[in-house]
């Protein structure tokens, strides 16, 4: 792509990313974090706005695209993966985030998440799990957990939650990160190494919903009990020992980098390519696909 | 000496039934001789049965005819459980197996005379010279070539083409196979000769299918990415891209379900590629909540619904025209989506090209309403000239705008210039979320009725597009016929047959089915005293569509029938005929004066 010129990386700050849309997010939301420590990571990668997708589906942080000054797209609920997927395979030179809620990622589009990872699209996909469904005002989650009681669950919830961490460790995620706006200097980190990553990055973010979320998912809350895997001595190549942690999901919150597999898999685009170039040259036309209907002696 | 000729086979499914289809229309073409050849199976992935009926002419046809003229049945109760789709009438000849110990005044057609009833040792001479059963499929195409005598060389080609990698013995008992059949033609010339007239001068045709060829049209009109899902019987369309869209430097995905197949498009028609999924029914019933984001988000992608049995899993193998209705009003919202629908398997290339180029221009979803029958079937058509076709691509900002970029810039046409990603200064927010000029999530009443004028509005020219509708007749005829997709292509037959009956009749075939163009058909209407509207479906889908934009003259009835119950040029004849009658009563009757 011609318009593929970026500037010299010194050159982009974290608000050459910030659009001029005012979040419609409540107050002291944690998706301001997620934002910011979104621009933060995409200037330190330093590519040009218009370089990046930014595909979302729907709920209260899939507005995020909007307020970047990237392409961005808020799609329908749970299906900003497969339209990113589109997006990716149709121009590989581009920088493609997707974001969503836990509700977006693990429940109505829950299905899409699976096949995202094991096709290794090189994209990065940021979760905001804040465990209820806010932007209906208050309903269980996929995350939320067994007992909660809440505006769809009066009595409480009789279901156990998803385990989003041991859930695309499972399915063969080769970079999975968990972050907090508690700690943005980290969740920072963890963005861009998601993307600086070649192949599927996922990474849960618990960013609490100040109105329909619980005391202790609050940042004040997070801080205390945080816990960042570079202090655990984590071995972030070790799978295994990423799994063991991430059974801990819901108890503990570890931050930082679970697992990144040493050896990155071949993406879905670099052998798509590698077919362009072996095939491409046997054709001199488009008109050529019409041979096959041809009758031959 | 024949000049149309209905030949239908039936067998089970490892009789290799469609292969000798395939075989003889190849061996026909290369002859020079048009033709149609349709398939049908049961629902068994193995076994089953399995049957092709093939109309053999010496002009181009666009539909494979009514009552066989040659009927053969490898065994009964497979070629019993296709009833009207191999029907059998006073004229048609029976060859059966005699292996099957069936006396020929004892076959298990009830009230039905056929012109002959001829038992032959289909699977004896199989085993005489194949060495086994397999061979009766080129038995019975011997027995083709000597009482058509049509394709005896080219038979034979094909067989040692085909066969020549399992070696030379196999070629060689294949080849007996055939010329044991070839041989008891001769020696046992059928009541009611069957010989094809010499076919028309000119050969070099291309043998097409509509799948396939939507496929192939969709590469020539530039489409880089295919998402999709396997379902019958749409796949092939999937199949061909899977091999073919790479060579172009496209790339085909097959989706984890039918949402993200169209998803995935979505994402590619954003990132400024033409893109294409295809299905039929259940998956059209999934992908709705992507054409209405294509929609809102004005988005340019084709969608292709090769209709089947509905509703639910309906019947997968065979075809049906009642998605119309569907394909016209399912997502919510007020909202306008172009609806193709090709008349003949030929027909999908110029379909498919619109398709895209309709898509680019309005930036909209476009669905093209294949079927089973158009899908799947073969057949001749002239050779196709890519060089002719005339592409469209969608309206990109000029570069002053990109200076201050207006994404969805309110214009006279409703049409906006759309960036990409990676276009400097294109950058906006696509969205589901009604939205500003610049895209700006908004719920103001103002700009959301704004928002539809121009999403609506756009679509206006289209309804002038007179070239996407098969007028024919004297204008002033009193009797209408209206027909669309592959039912069409009975209806254009059933037009010229009542035409040269002197039945005063004029003909209608939208290729646009939706938005439904008022003028067009108030025009067609204005002399219509009674009329005919003929669908495969049984609610009258077409019709009740009319009904909704059209003042549909009351003398309008209305042939249809749900799918895999055949519908003939004949019947429609008739049905004309009696329409006709009553027209001529009606004015017999009218007291003068008025």
Not at chain 1, 169 to 182: I, K, R, S
Not at chain 2, 25 to 49: C, D, M, N, W
Not at chain 2, 74 to 88: A, I, Q, S, T, Y
Not at chain 2, 450 to 460: H, I, Q
Request: charged share 20%; proline share 6%; aromatic share 6%.
């Amino acid at each position: 792509m011609s318009t593929l010129t970026a500037k010299p990386i010194e050159d982009y700050t974290a608000k050459d990313y910030k659009s001029d849309l005012k979040p419609i997010w409540c107050p002291g939301c944690g998706d301001f974090g997620v934002v910011q420590a979104i621009y933060r990571a995409l200037a330190n990668i330093g590519r040009a706005p218009h370089e990046i997708a930014f595909i979302s589906g729907i709920g209260c942080s899939s507005r995020i695209p909007g307020y970047t000054t990237a392409y961005g797209f808020n799609s329908v609920h749970g299906r900003a993966l497969p339209i990113a997927q589109g997006i990716k395979l149709a121009n590989p030179g581009l920088l493609v985030l997707c974001a969503g809620g836990d509700g977006d990622g693990f429940s109505i589009g829950g299905g899409h998440v699976a096949h995202a990872i094991r096709r290794n699209i090189d994209i990065t996909y940021i979760v905001m799990d804040n465990q209820i469904y806010g932007l209906t005002k208050g309903q269980l989650s996929p995350t939320s957990r067994r007992g909660l009681a809440t505006a769809s669950s009066a009595l409480g919830s009789m279901e156990a939650p998803v385990n989003p961490l041991l859930y695309v460790l499972g399915y063969g995620a080769e970079f999975v990160a968990q972050g907090t706006p508690a700690d943005m200097n980290g969740l920072a980190k963890v963005i861009e190494e998601g993307i600086r990553y070649p192949g599927f990055a996922f990474i849960n973010v618990q960013s609490p919903c100040v109105t329909y979320g619980q005391e202790d998912q609050m940042l004040k809350a997070q801080k205390a009990m945080m816990e960042p895997l570079d202090a655990l001595k984590h071995d972030s190549a070790d799978r295994l020992a990423a799994m063991d942690l991430a059974q801990a999901y819901g108890d503990k919150l570890y931050i930082g980098v679970l697992y990144r597999k040493p050896e990155p898999g071949p993406t879905f685009e670099y052998l798509a390519r590698q077919r362009h170039e072996a095939l491409m040259p046997t054709v001199k036309s488009r008109a050529d696909v019409l041979n096959v209907f041809r009758l031959k002696k | 000496m024949n000049r149309d000729l209905v030949i239908g086979m039936a067998g089970s499914g490892g009789d290799g039934i469609v292969s000798a289809g395939e075989s003889l229309l190849t061996a026909a073409a290369l002859e020079g001789y048009h033709g149609v050849l349709t398939k049908s199976f049961g629902p068994q992935i193995r076994g089953g049965e399995s049957s092709f009926r093939l109309r053999l002419c010496t002009q181009k046809v666009l539909n494979s005819g009514g009552s066989l003229d040659i009927a053969v049945a490898l065994n009964w109760e497979d070629f019993l459980k296709f009833g009207g789709e191999l029907p059998v009438g006073g004229q048609t000849t029976v060859i059966y197996d005699s292996n099957t110990n069936v006396a020929p005044d004892r076959i298990p057609l009830a009230g039905v005379a056929p012109a002959e009833v001829l038992p032959v040792p289909i699977e004896q001479m199989a085993r005489d010279t194949g060495g086994s059963d397999r061979a009766k499929n080129t038995v019975v195409l011997g027995l083709m070539s000597g009482w058509l005598g049509i394709g005896r060389d080219e038979m034979i080609a094909g067989i040692r083409k085909r066969l020549s990698k399992k070696g030379a013995e196999i070629v060689e008992r294949a080849e007996k196979a055939f010329h044991a059949g070839l041989q008891y033609a001769e020696q046992h010339p059928l009541k009611t000769n069957r010989l094809m007239a010499e076919p028309p001068a000119t050969v070099a045709k291309f043998v097409v299918d509509g799948n396939d060829l939507c496929a192939a049209a969709a590469i020539v009109a530039g489409c880089d990415f295919f998402g999709g899902y396997p379902i019958t019987p749409s796949s092939e369309i999937m199949h061909f891209l899977g091999r073919e869209i790479w060579k172009y430097g496209g790339t085909m995905l097959q989706a984890e379900d039918e949402i993200a197949g169209i998803g995935a498009v979505v994402g590619a028609s954003f990132a400024g590629k033409k893109a294409l999924t295809a299905t039929s029914g259940p998956g059209m019933s999934l992908k709705t909540e992507m054409l209405g984001l294509a929609s809102i988000a004005e988005l340019p992608l084709v969608c292709v619904d090769v209709q089947r049995g509905g509703p639910s899993t309906g019947i997968p193998t065979k075809g049906e025209q009642s998605d119309l209705l569907q394909a016209a009003f399912s997502a919510h919202g007020d909202v306008i989506r172009p609806v193709l629908a090709p008349v003949s398997a030929e027909d999908m290339f110029p379909i498919t090209i619109e398709a895209f180029n309709l898509a680019e221009h309005y930036q909209t979803p476009v669905i093209i309403l294949s079927d089973q029958e158009v899908g799947q079937r073969k057949e001749t058509a002239e050779p196709i000239d890519a060089s002719a076709v005339k592409l469209v691509e969608r309206l990109k900002p000029a570069e002053k705008e990109l200076e201050h970029y207006v994404r969805f810039r309110f214009t006279e046409s409703g049409i906006s210039p759309i960036s990409h990603p990676g276009m400097k200064g294109g950058n906006y927010l696509a969205s589901g979320i009604e939205h500003n000029e610049h895209g700006a999530p908004t719920a103001n009443g103002e700009m959301h009725s704004r928002m539809n004028e121009k999403r609506l509005k756009k679509f206006s020219p289209l309804k002038q597009r007179r070239d996407l509708f098969i007028i024919e007749g004297n204008a002033d005829a009193p009797l209408g016929l209206i027909s669309w997709g592959s039912v069409a292509g009975c209806a254009i037959e059933a037009f010229q047959l009542a035409t040269q009956k002197g039945l005063r009749v004029k003909l209608l075939v939208p290729r646009l089915l939706y938005p439904v163009s008022e003028q067009v058909y108030q025009e067609f209407f204005a002399s219509i005293k009674r009329g005919l509207v003929v669908e495969q479906n049984h609610q009258s889908q077409l019709f009740r569509l009319l009904r909704m934009f059209v003042d549909v003259p009351r003398g309008i009835e209305t042939l249809a029938k749900s799918g895999s119950n055949p519908i003939t040029p004949d019947e429609i004849v008739d049905r004309l005929r009696q329409i006709s009658l009553a027209l001529q009563r009606e004015k017999h009757h009218e007291p003068s004066g008025v």
